[in-house]
Each structure stands twice: as C-alpha cells, then as structure tokens.
C-alpha cells in the first residue's frame, strides 16, 4: 500500500535486519533524549514536550513516511521560528501551559498544511527558498541559537525577544555569571564538539549527558537542572486553541512548512542517493504532515527531518523505520518506569547541546564561495542573514522568500541579451562581448534574448531592438531558441513592433522559434502582421536567405 509505506515494510521485513535496527535503535535513543530536551528549551516550551514530540513523530513517520532511513523529530532551525511565535502571540514569559496550547497548534497547522501539500502534490514551494537565501537564513539562525543560549550556558538567564536584546543581555549579565555552571556547560560543549571532530561515531552527547548528570549528583553543584519530569504521556486531546489564535499562528505555521519542505526534500535526496532508494516527494509531505498531526495531539510541536540523526542511525547500521520505532519504545520506557532518571541533568548542558547544533547549520564556507562566485547571489545571502539576524526569523524566513521570488523576477524582468557574429575556428554565431572581433553581415544584425518573452520583460525586449534599429540594419534576426513562451501581451508589443520597424525599412525576422512557441505565434494571429517568410528553423537558414537576397559578404 503506497498510502501507509510502514504496510509494505513490515510485509517485506528480513529476519537479518532485526539487530541491526534494534542496535541503532539503541544507538539513535542516545541522541534523541538529550536533542529532544534541548530542542524544546530553544522553542521556549518545557523539556519534556520534547520527548513527547520525538516519540510520536517516530511512530508517525514509520507508518506514513516512504524513506527507510530518515529520523524526524524536534530540530534545531525549527526552534527559534516556533519561539518567535510563541514569543509574538505571549510576550516573553507567558504561561508555559499556553506556550505547549500554542506550540500544539502551530504543529496542527503545519501538519495540515504538509499534508495538503503532499496531496496537491506542491512539493514545488520548497524551490521557494533558493540555495543562496537558505545559506544565508541558516546562518543568521545559527546566530541567532548561539547568542540566545550564551546565557544559559554561563548559568543566568535574559528577558528578551531578539538578538539584540539577547547579545546586550548577555554583556550586561556577566557579572551574574555562575561558575559552576560555566565549568559544566563549557566543559560539555568542549566535549561534544572535540568528539565529533575527531571521534565521531562515539556519541558525544549521550557521554556528556551522563557525565555531567554524575558530575552535578558527586559534587552537589550549585546549578539549575531539569528536575523531575511527569510521568507517563499527556491524553490524547486536540490543542486547546480559540478562533483568534489561528490568525496569530498561520503565517508561522507557512514559514515552518517551507523550511520543513526544504529541509525534507534535500535530506532525503542526499540519503536516498546513498542508499539507493527512489525519493517520492509526495509520500515524504505527507508522513511528515503526518508526524506533525499526531504529535499535536500529544503536547508537542512541529518536527522535521534530521540530517545529523539520520547520519548517526545509518552509521549504527539502520536497515528499516524500526530504528525509530525502538528508539520511541525505549524513550517510552523511560518516561513509565524511569522519569527521574535525568532529573539532574544541568540546563547548562542542555543549552552546550543547542550550541553544539548552531554551528552545524553555519555554513560560513557556503558564503564565502558565493561571494567568489556570484556577487548577487552572495547579497541575497547576506540580505537574508541580516534579516534573521535584525528582525526575527519568521521576518527573516519571509525576506528570504520574497528574496527568491524577486531574484527569478529580475531574472525574467532583464534578462542577458546579446548581439551575435561570427567567429573564425568556431563553428555557428556567438556572443560579440565575449568575442569582439567576431564578424557581421551588413545590414543584418542577430540579435538572442535568454528570457520567456512575457508581460515583464516586453518593454525590455521593444527597448533593446529600437536600440539596434537606430543603426539602418535590413533584418534584425532574433536567435529565438532560448524564447520558451510568448504569452498575449507580449505578442501585442511583437505586432506592434514590426508594424514600426516595417515602416522604417526593417525586417523583423525570427529563428530557432520551438514548435510550441510558434503554435502560440500562429493562435495569436502574429502572421498577419509578420511575414509568414520571416520564421527560420536555424540561424544558418536565415543567414542564408540573408545573404541570397542581398548579396552580402562578411566584414
């Protein structure tokens, strides 16, 4: 059944993958505890939501979700968009039940929307956020994550909603700096970051939880912990939401969604080419819409894929979604039988765990090769970066957006154009800025426009060839291959334009026009006004019959 994937995987399950899958099961618990915890910390929602989210986005995704290999659950670039959220909708300080309401319901919106997607198939939103904009967004929430926990780490805490008020915080409360906290929090983050450099399929991050939890009990430290956390699982009920809520969390459950579609489809390429399996856009929207659906009803908040999960599962040997499932089992097992187990974990380590992800989503290199490559590209980057950074994410999501939008935008709106001649050794007309010397026939000019021809970029097109009108050519030759459309205010300004030329002495006179453009051409009726005579197949062909006519030599 395509529909429910986790059908077919139990219906095909080998005998041999069993303890492989238990084993990373075991292995990938290690890593979900503690980023579960620390993750929910960073949307503003109390650690345990954590949990609950990881579990049952896992069982989700092992029914609905189509890959074998990729591990949902609470995620770092997610975090500050649900704080910013929780934040706008609350203020600083709200009623944790109400945040945990809010955050419910924002993973319910989400997860409607993923799913609406998947069925619509509109997986085409994720191309909204371009490779350039992601890059720079990423790095003003790996920013963003770091400033913020920077108090945490040092053992105090700031009440504030932005990065600046995070940073001025921070410089302001050193004084109230708790050393032991430090000690703990900075030792740990040394820790995680030292062992995944150099060691990094040991798991760092279950080896410093545990440290550090034996380290506070030995020594009595004087820093905050988690304390004891409930037991058992919230009821199943639907958040508790009013109508007005809806409005506030809309336009953050859109943003969440994009970088969900984002993150899926680019993770799930990069795993599937790895492990040779078919990537189904579709399927993948609709089981992490899914995952999003179900854990909304359990007190939790919208996921995502991991890519550092996924990569430490498949590490540990991962063959099917029973890795997650075990991992749920044994994080279920704990909250029943266990819940004071991490009772003396530090907040300080929490917060090393966060940083630790921080600077995994910075892709300083990523900048730096955009700046040498495409200085536009890199602007868009850093124009991203900055709104992150400056406003707040959601803000900075939606710059990013708009961004991309306007890039494809001016793209179309002026797009390379270029007169054409012929260069001696090289085989048909190529662009005279790259090879000035090339040479031309008199009274013909070639002229190519790398655009759909439409409505934005008609005037630029009419522009440019009266610019090359004013010289007295016979035939302005448009080298059409790269025109993929024609659309109907582009074909008014086209009639319009020949009529124009036509009474200056000028044919305007097209090549390499597809076949499906040309139909356009012909259902607007375009040949009325332009000579049937003047549509080439090839560029050779006009020049040809160019030449022929006038008898011309290039000069």
Same mark, same amino acid.
């Given at each position: 059944?395509?529909?429910?994937?986790?059908?077919?995987?139990?219906?095909?399950?080998?005998?041999?993958?069993?303890?492989?899958?238990?084993?990373?099961?075991?292995?990938?618990?290690?890593?979900?505890?503690?980023?579960?915890?620390?993750?929910?910390?960073?949307?503003?929602?109390?650690?345990?939501?954590?949990?609950?989210?990881?579990?049952?986005?896992?069982?989700?995704?092992?029914?609905?979700?189509?890959?074998?290999?990729?591990?949902?659950?609470?995620?770092?670039?997610?975090?500050?968009?649900?704080?910013?959220?929780?934040?706008?909708?609350?203020?600083?300080?709200?009623?944790?039940?109400?945040?945990?309401?809010?955050?419910?319901?924002?993973?319910?919106?989400?997860?409607?929307?993923?799913?609406?997607?998947?069925?619509?198939?509109?997986?085409?939103?994720?191309?909204?956020?371009?490779?350039?904009?992601?890059?720079?967004?990423?790095?003003?929430?790996?920013?963003?994550?770091?400033?913020?926990?920077?108090?945490?780490?040092?053992?105090?805490?700031?009440?504030?909603?932005?990065?600046?008020?995070?940073?001025?915080?921070?410089?302001?409360?050193?004084?109230?700096?708790?050393?032991?906290?430090?000690?703990?929090?900075?030792?740990?983050?040394?820790?995680?970051?030292?062992?995944?450099?150099?060691?990094?399929?040991?798991?760092?991050? &279950?080896?410093? =939880? #545990?440290? %550090? $939890? /034996?380290? +506070?009990?030995?020594?009595? @430290?004087?820093?905050?912990?988690?304390?004891? !956390?409930?037991?058992?699982?919230?009821?199943?009920?639907?958040?508790?939401?009013?109508?007005?809520?809806?409005?506030?969390?809309?336009?953050?459950?859109?943003?969440?969604?994009?970088?969900?579609?984002?993150?899926?489809?680019?993770?799930?390429?990069?795993?599937?080419?790895?492990?040779?399996?078919?990537?189904?856009?579709?399927?993948?929207?609709?089981?992490?819409?899914?995952?999003?659906?179900?854990?909304?009803?359990?007190?939790?908040?919208?996921?995502?894929?991991?890519?550092?999960?996924?990569?430490?599962?498949?590490?540990?040997?991962?063959?099917?979604? &029973?890795?997650? =499932? #075990?991992? %749920? $089992? /044994?994080? +279920?097992?704990?909250?029943? @039988?266990?819940?004071?187990?991490?009772?003396? !974990?530090?907040?300080?380590?929490?917060?090393?765990?966060?940083?630790?992800?921080?600077?995994?989503?910075?892709?300083?290199?990523?900048?730096?090769?955009?700046?040498?490559?495409?200085?536009?590209?890199?602007?868009?980057?850093?124009?991203?970066?900055?709104?992150?950074?400056?406003?707040?994410?959601?803000?900075?999501?939606?710059?990013?957006?708009?961004?991309?939008?306007?890039?494809?935008?001016?793209?179309?709106?002026?797009?390379?154009?270029?007169?054409?001649?012929?260069?001696?050794?090289?085989?048909?007309?190529?662009?005279?800025?790259?090879?000035?010397?090339?040479?031309?026939?008199?009274?013909?000019?070639?002229?190519?426009?790398?655009?759909? @021809?439409?409505?934005?970029?008609?005037?630029?097109?009419?522009?440019?060839?009266?610019?090359?009108?004013?010289?007295?050519?016979?035939?302005?030759?448009?080298?059409?291959?790269?025109?993929?459309?024609?659309?109907?205010?582009?074909?008014?300004?086209?009639?319009?334009?020949?009529?124009?030329?036509?009474?200056?002495?000028?044919?305007?006179?097209?090549?390499?026009?597809?076949?499906?453009?040309?139909?356009?051409?012909?259902?607007?009726?375009?040949?009325?006004?332009?000579?049937?005579?003047?549509?080439?197949?090839?560029?050779?062909?006009?020049?040809?019959?160019?030449?022929?006519?006038?008898?011309?030599?290039?000069?």
């Amino acid at each position: 059944m395509r529909a429910v994937p986790g059908v077919e995987v139990v219906r095909t399950y080998r005998a041999a993958w069993l303890p492989r899958d238990l084993v990373a099961g075991l292995v990938l618990t290690a890593l979900l505890v503690p980023q579960g915890m620390a993750y929910a910390e960073l949307a503003g929602l109390p650690p345990i939501t954590g949990l609950y989210t990881t579990v049952f986005c896992l069982l989700a995704y092992a029914v609905f979700g189509p890959s074998r290999v990729l591990v949902l659950g609470p995620d770092s670039s997610l975090g500050p968009m649900i704080a910013a959220v929780l934040v706008g909708t609350l203020g600083s300080g709200g009623d944790p039940a109400r945040a945990v309401a809010l955050a419910s319901g924002l993973a319910l919106l989400t997860g409607l929307m993923l799913t609406l997607a998947g069925v619509a198939k509109l997986g085409f939103l994720a191309d909204l956020l371009s490779r350039p904009t992601q890059i720079g967004y990423l790095n003003g929430l790996a920013l963003t994550i770091l400033v913020g926990q920077l108090p945490k780490l040092f053992g105090f805490s700031v009440d504030a909603d932005d990065l600046r008020g995070d940073a001025l915080g921070f410089v302001t409360g050193l004084g109230d700096t708790v050393p032991a906290a430090l000690l703990v929090g900075a030792a740990g983050l040394a820790l995680i970051l030292a062992l995944q450099r150099w060691a990094p399929r040991v798991p760092g991050v &279950l080896l410093v =939880v #545990v440290a %550090a $939890i /034996v380290v +506070t009990r030995a020594f009595d @430290l004087d820093v905050r912990v988690v304390g004891p !956390l409930p037991a058992g699982f919230p009821p199943l009920q639907l958040p508790a939401l009013v109508w007005s809520d809806l409005a506030l969390l809309l336009g953050g459950a859109f943003g969440i969604t994009l970088v969900s579609l984002a993150d899926t489809i680019s993770t799930s390429s990069a795993f599937a080419a790895r492990t040779g399996q078919e990537v189904r856009g579709s399927q993948e929207m609709l089981g992490i819409g899914a995952a999003n659906l179900t854990v909304s009803l359990f007190q939790g908040f919208p996921v995502s894929t991991s890519g550092s999960r996924t990569a430490v599962a498949l590490q540990a040997g991962a063959k099917t979604q &029973l890795t997650g =499932v #075990v991992g %749920a $089992i /044994v994080i +279920t097992l704990m909250l029943v @039988l266990a819940p004071g187990l991490l009772r003396d !974990l530090p907040q300080p380590i929490l917060a090393a765990v966060v940083v630790a992800a921080s600077f995994s989503l910075a892709d300083l290199p990523g900048l730096l090769r955009l700046r040498r490559q495409r200085r536009t590209e890199f602007a868009l980057a850093l124009v991203a970066f900055l709104g992150v950074a400056l406003l707040d994410v959601l803000a900075g999501i939606a710059i990013a957006v708009a961004l991309s939008v306007a890039n494809v935008f001016r793209r179309v709106w002026w797009p390379y154009q270029a007169v054409l001649g012929r260069v001696d050794g090289i085989a048909g007309y190529h662009d005279t800025t790259v090879h000035p010397d090339a040479a031309h026939l008199p009274g013909l000019v070639l002229f190519r426009f790398d655009a759909p @021809l439409i409505f934005a970029n008609a005037r630029t097109f009419r522009h440019q060839v009266r610019t090359l009108a004013r010289s007295g050519p016979t035939w302005i030759v448009v080298a059409a291959e790269p025109i993929t459309d024609v659309d109907t205010t582009a074909a008014d300004m086209l009639a319009d334009l020949d009529e124009e030329l036509d009474a200056r002495g000028i044919s305007l006179v097209f090549a390499e026009l597809k076949t499906p453009v040309r139909a356009k051409i012909d259902a607007y009726g375009l040949t009325r006004t332009i000579d049937p005579a003047h549509f080439f197949p090839t560029l050779e062909d006009a020049v040809a019959a160019y030449r022929a006519r006038t008898g011309t030599d290039w000069a």
